[in-house]
């Protein structure tokens, strides 16, 4: 999968990509560089303040990761649920539902 990056003055770089567990982000600045999962990590260690371009550049970007992400989360379909097609709630299907029993 391809990597989203983001480079700004000053020598941060941070990549970004999705796996089986989420997004995660390589944050490199000048002879650091960190591994992180979550939005806040990334703007703890890029240190950037709010109201400098620089750091609203990075916060877009961030912002423009999680609409992509829930995006393609989508809604989940509800696997007990009646009203959802091919379910395992026993009313969501046409039998005899008074002699059939959920074992829990």
């Known amino acids: 999968?391809?990597?989203d990056?983001?480079?700004a003055a000053g020598g941060l770089r941070i990549e970004t990509s999705r796996d089986w567990d989420g997004r995660w982000f390589t944050c490199w600045k000048p002879n650091v560089s960190i591994y992180c999962r979550t939005r806040k990590d990334v703007l703890k260690f890029a240190s950037w303040p709010i109201k400098t371009p620089t750091g609203d550049?990075?916060?877009a970007w961030l912002d423009?990761?999680?609409a992509i992400d829930r995006e393609r989360k989508g809604e989940p379909a509800l696997?007990?649920?009646a009203n959802?097609?091919?379910s395992f709630d026993?009313?969501?299907h046409d039998v005899d539902n008074e002699n059939t029993r959920t074992v829990i």
């Open 64 to 66: 423009q990761l999680d």
């Open 57 to 59: 550049s990075l916060r």
């Open 84 to 86: 959802v097609e091919d």
């Open 90 to 92: 026993p009313l969501a």
């Open 1 to 3: 999968m391809k990597r």
């Open 79 to 81: 696997v007990g649920d």
């Open 5 to 7: 990056a983001f480079n």
